[in-house]
């Protein structure tokens, strides 16, 4: 009889979808940014670094960046620990992605210097060789609107001071975007691994794995330290480095805090044993 | 019974518009796609890929794909109600705020005006223009079906008023929004709640908008090619009742292992699993109508549309479930298994009923038989082999990416940077852009046999004085 009654067939039809529209969309909202998953340590956005997102936003990085790590091992490993709910709670739109055109973006704050990134946004090959991301170096040439981000801020209810707004008219836009990518994932403190026992160089005087860790070596450091271990405006001159192995090793292992250098754990101690090698053997000659 | 003369004139003109923005749709699609292994054709700041792609999306979803939608539930609905539209006028003004609501997006997804919500990054205005645009649509729907002179509402109608109220519910909740300026919003919700929102929408977005309406047009256009009735009706109410029923439980299976509530997690990935049961009840009533049939796949190109599409359908509905379930999950998702997955639905499934339906009904409201059918059926070819290629590869490099992801050394470190595994990339980007390519030229030679067919066309003997008399 439904088929001969198109209120009724309406009627049913919005009955059906909202069953499972108010169990898994609505229902929700009473655990989600409620006490039940709120983090003390994470902080709404300076208006910098809102601007910045909103710049992101604007230009899509969503469509290839995603924010959100999974508790798997392999995405713990590379990207650090895994999101947690409350990091979110000021995220309007929240911006998770759904696709790994490039890496995840979700603890990138403190991972490279500012440096690196005006340097990579600007020309992400001259870091990231082979990288196919869009170069952004116009960002420097477009000055931000203080006026129009105290209304955003007003609207998102974030607290900011008068000096930060001042602030804003000597700022571009890629200032902003640095600033937030370097907020981004630091609400939760990072955790370091931690090396027991004593650390000892396998490849100590071991020429032969030279060729592996000078490849080692371009791979990963070169873009900062320089393919001769010159140094750059980013990273020092290593050619001379003074350094016990196991320190070197540790350095490494762990990166500097606050955007210092990243950290390599990840690569293995095979390979860092050889990029110790071939770093140290440079000071030898 | 006389039958009443219906408005073919609003479907021409729907059809037409259709048809020039999924030629949009693709070329942008092309030129993304390249853009992937070519960075220099980043043209800052309108012409990057992080503009371009919304572009393509809002293109092929809402011009192509709904601007077709618009064209067959006005063409079906009188025929299927026995009754002229409700309104004109009503009709005529849809026509142009629809295309005004595309121009529209496609110049301020340019200009960098975008939600970022995918698929509903149109910014406030333009909400608001959709929304007037698909209560036009539904008011015009509902009472044309309300004035019908036919008691029985057939299979199409009930997917008909399934989408247009599940597509009225799930955009005005997700387009949620505050406005600062003309231009820029931020979300009503925040995070993980805003995350479970967009993809309740996002997911259920491809039913009510991608799935009902093709069903609509399948149920109706396959036994108008076939000439024989659907196999089962008991089967087909099954199939729709449960199909509306499930599938909004499924959203957050594109949220798995994120900090979205374990437990919508998990009600997600077991309906998703469910959904094969009503998605595989539409393949089997469409292959069983065949029956005795069969020889149609041979003589009668409509029949070779239809039932590819069906035939994509069914294998999307079997590979999202599979893509749903946590550890596989855990394993393809974020790779090009994604993307490929979306493409054969669209490429294979929406697209080949949308053909097949302008096949259908360009001799009935022009009153001229195609011009070319063996073009129609190089047409055919083309987009199948040309989603083939597209797809296919990608699935391997999915494959291959997601095993370099989470390989790991003896000693348990990873064993590629995500450097090394995106060069391996590459390669399959490049297949990719040449499968576009290949979908391109099938869709420009089905553009000029219907450019033709309008121009010169041999007369109809099906439509001729029907179509004279406004009774086709």
Sequence with gaps: MWEKKPILFLILATAAILVGTTITMIL?????????????????????????????????????????????????LRYGEYSKSGEFVYDRPFLWGSKRTGPDLARVGGKYPDAWHYKHMAAPRSMVPRSNMPDYGWYRDNPLDPDMIRRKMDVLGFPYTEEQISDLAKRNEMDAIVAYLQKL????????????GELHNPYQNDSSVLA???????????????????????????????MPDADLYQLIFNGLPDGGMPGFSAIGSERLWKIVTFIKHQKAH | METPAYNTAIVKSFVNWSILWGLVAILVGVIAS??????????APYLTFGRLRPLHTNAGLYGWGVGTIFAMF????????????????????????FNATIIGAAVTLLLGY???????????????????????FAINIIMTIMKRREEQMYISLWYMLASIIGVAVLYLVNSAEVPVSLFKSYSAFAGTNDANVEWWFGHNAVAMAFTAPPLAMFYYFLPKSTGVPIYSHRLSIISFWSLVFMYLWTGAHHLLWTPVPDWVQTLAMAFSVMLIAPSWGSVFNGYLSM?????????????????????????????????AIRSFSAFIHYTDWIPAHIHMGTMGWVSMIGFAGIYYLIPRVYGRELYSIPLANLHFWLILIGQ???TVPLWVAGVLQAGMWHATNADGSLAYSFMETMIEMYPYWWVRTFGGVVYMLGVILFIYNLFKTTRAGEPSPISEIAVAQGRA
């Design chain 2, 388 to 390: 083939l290629i597209w």
């Design chain 2, 34 to 43: 390249l853009q992937m292994v070519l960075p220099e054709l980043n043209f």
């Design chain 2, 74 to 97: 006005l063409y079906i609905v009188q025929r299927l109600c026995k009754v002229r539209l409700w309104s004109d006028k009503l009709a005529t003004f849809q026509l142009w705020l």
């Design chain 2, 114 to 136: 975008t939600t970022s919500k995918e698929y509903s990054e149109l910014e406030w205005p333009l909400d608001v223009l959709v929304v007037v645009l698909w209560v036009a």
């Design chain 1, 185 to 196: 994932g630091t609400g939760i403190a990072k955790t370091e691994a931690v090396i027991v």
């Design chain 1, 28 to 76: 929700p909202f009473a655990w989600v940014n409620t006490d039940a998953d709120r983090i003390e340590t994470v902080t709404p956005y300076s208006p910098l670094e809102q601007e910045g997102r909103d710049i992101y936003i604007r230009d899509g990085c969503n469509n290839c960046h995603t924010q959100t790590i999974r508790p798997l091992v392999t995405e713990v």
């Design chain 2, 291 to 323: 029956r005795g049939q069969w020889h149609q796949m041979k003589e009668n190109y409509l029949v070779k549309f239809l039932i590819l599409g069906i035939t994509f359908y069914g294998l999307q509905t079997l590979q999202g479930p599979m893509q």
């Design chain 1, 212 to 242: 592996d860790g000078k490849a080692l070596f371009a791979q990963h450091c070169a873009a900062c330290h320089g393919d001769n271990l010159e140094g750059s405006d980013i990273a020092p001159d290593i050619s001379d480095l003074d």
